[in-house]
T-cell receptor, first 111, second 116 residues
Framework: GAGVSQSPRYKVAKRGQDVALRCDPI?????LFWYQQALGQGPEFLTYFQNEAQLDKSGLPSDRFFAERPEGSVSTLKIQRTQQEDSAVYLC?????????FGPGTRLTVL | AQKITQTQPGMFVQEKEAVTLDCTYD???????LFWYKQPSSGEMIFLIYQGSYDEQNATEGRYSLNFQKARKSANLVISASQLGDSAMYFC?????????????FGKGTRLSVIA
C-alpha cells in the first residue's frame, strides 16, 4: 500500500518485558516522527528522524525508550522493561514537506 | 513553548446542521501552521485542513473551514452539513514552521457526536 504501516497493530506485554514496534513510512519520505497517545488524550511527541539521523529525542519519557532508523526508511521504537504507564497507542508519521501522514498505530497494553 | 487548548471535551450536533469546534493556541513563534485532524474510533489520524500563520484568507476544504483569528489566537473548525460519518475525535494541532520539519503539538481533542 501507499500509506504508513505499523506492526503489530496490537501488543500485550507483561510488565518488565521488552517490546519493539515497527513503522514503515511512505517511500521517499525523509522525516519520520513517533508519538504516544494515552487513552483519551491527544498524541504527544516522542522523537524525530530525518533520514537515519535522530534529530530530536526530547519527548522520550525515559531511558527505557529507544528508537532507531538505521537505513533511513523503516523505524523501530523499542521499550525496555515495560511498565503499566507505557500502555498507550504509539503512532508513527512520515512527511516529505509540511503534512504528516499517520500510520494506524500500535496499541500497547502492559499488564 | 507551544500550547493548544480545546475547551469542549464533547459536542453533539444534529445531522445536516453546522458545528463549530473551538481551538485557541499559544506560541511565541512568528511562523507557524495550524491543522485539524480527525480520529475515528478505528484510530487512524486523518488530516482535514491547514492554515498558515501568514495566510490572510481562512482555509476551506469541502465542508470544512477554519475560522482563523490571529489576534485572538484562535483557529476554530467549522463543519457544515454534518454527516453521521463525522462522528469522531477532532484534534487542533500546531507546528512551528521554522526551522525545517518540527513535531506537531496536539490539543486534548473534542469528541463530536452527530445525531440522526
Amino acid at each position: 500500500g501507499a500509506g504508513v504501516s505499523q506492526s503489530p497493530r496490537y501488543k500485550v506485554a507483561k510488565r518488565g518485558q521488552d517490546v519493539a514496534l515497527r513503522c514503515d513510512p511512505i517511500s521517499g519520505h525523509v522525516s519520520l516522527f513517533w508519538y504516544q497517545q494515552a487513552l483519551g488524550q491527544g498524541p504527544e511527541f516522542l522523537t524525530y528522524f530525518q533520514n537515519e539521523a535522530q534529530l530530536d529525542k526530547s519527548g522520550l519519557p525515559s531511558d527505557r525508550f529507544f528508537a532507531e532508523r538505521p537505513e533511513g526508511s523503516v523505524s523501530t521504537l523499542k521499550i525496555q522493561r515495560t511498565q503499566q504507564e507505557d500502555s498507550a497507542v504509539y503512532l508513527c508519521a512520515s512527511s516529505l514537506a509540511d503534512e504528516q501522514f499517520f500510520g494506524p498505530g500500535t496499541r500497547l497494553t502492559v499488564l | 513553548a507551544q500550547k493548544i487548548t480545546q475547551t469542549q471535551p464533547g459536542m453533539f450536533v444534529q445531522e445536516k446542521e453546522a458545528v463549530t469546534l473551538d481551538c485557541t493556541y499559544d506560541t511565541s513563534d512568528q511562523s507557524y501552521g495550524l491543522f485539524w485532524y480527525k480520529q475515528p474510533s478505528s484510530g487512524e489520524m486523518i488530516f482535514l485542513i491547514y492554515q498558515g500563520s501568514y495566510d490572510e484568507q481562512n482555509a476551506t476544504e469541502g465542508r470544512y473551514s477554519l475560522n482563523f483569528q490571529k489576534a485572538r489566537k484562535s483557529a476554530n473548525l467549522v463543519i457544515s452539513a454534518s454527516q453521521l460519518g463525522d462522528s469522531a475525535m477532532y484534534f487542533c494541532v500546531m507546528r512551528d514552521l521554522n526551522p525545517g520539519n518540527t513535531p506537531l503539538v496536539f490539543g486534548k481533542g473534542t469528541r463530536l457526536s452527530v445525531i440522526a
